[in-house]
């Protein structure tokens, strides 16, 4: 893909980002179907929930496709039940602004790290997403629906990141994915300092 075209694709998605409803402030609703739809009302998750899934797959490893989304929904559930319970985690915006840009750029240059410390980042990163989700939650009583649609449709945002990238490697366009980790990294820079 031409610079130029990389560059454009990247300013329309940038101009796409704003804040997402899971943020802190808004009415989640309650139960699965709540939960469900709660990870794609916002630019910011659905395009790191996809990154994830572009990542793993530039991996070029079977235990990286399983390994870097589990890294994702299982510290993002933990980080749903911290702020459903009231715990504190510092900068959650930031964290979250900060997992578009970085997951967006190592998806666009292609960054292979060692397993550990690539689920390391990932891990880290979930748990900002999961903590915004469990903090708006305004009632309780349905959290465990809610956290099961929530875990689910974060694992479908996920396959289709998985076969956005394998889509790109049957029709031999590997710059495509690296076009939209640069993409995502715009609007990742763009959330951060919105």
């Not at 060692?114 to 903090?135: D, E, M, Q, W, Y």
């Not at 809610?146 to 689910?152: D, K």
């Not at 049957?170 to 609007?187: D, F, Q, Y």
Request: net charge positive; glycine share 10%.
């Amino acid at each position: 893909m031409k610079p130029s075209r990389t560059l454009i694709v990247s300013a329309i998605l940038a101009g796409l980002a704003g804040p997402a409803l899971a943020h802190t402030g808004h009415d989640a609703g309650s139960g699965f179907a709540a939960g469900f739809a709660h990870p794609f009302g916002g630019l910011d998750h659905l395009l790191a929930m996809a990154a994830v899934g572009l990542w793993a797959m530039q991996q070029n490893s079977r235990r990286a496709l399983i390994l870097l989304p589990a890294a994702f929904v299982l510290p993002m559930a933990l980080g749903f039940m911290l702020g459903l319970a009231g715990v504190a985690l510092p900068a959650v915006e930031t964290g979250i602004a900060l997992s578009v840009l970085v997951l967006g750029l190592l998806v666009a240059f292609a960054v292979r790290l060692p397993l550990a410390a690539a689920t390391a980042v990932t891990a880290l990163f979930a748990l900002f997403h999961g903590h915004a989700h469990g903090t708006e939650l305004p009632q309780a009583d349905l959290a465990l629906t809610y956290a099961a649609g929530m875990v689910f449709a974060t694992a479908l945002l996920h396959a289709a990141g998985l076969m956005a990238a394998k889509l790109t490697q049957k029709i031999a366009l590997p710059s495509l994915a690296r076009a939209a980790g640069a993409a995502c990294a715009v609007a990742g820079l763009v959330i951060l300092v919105g």
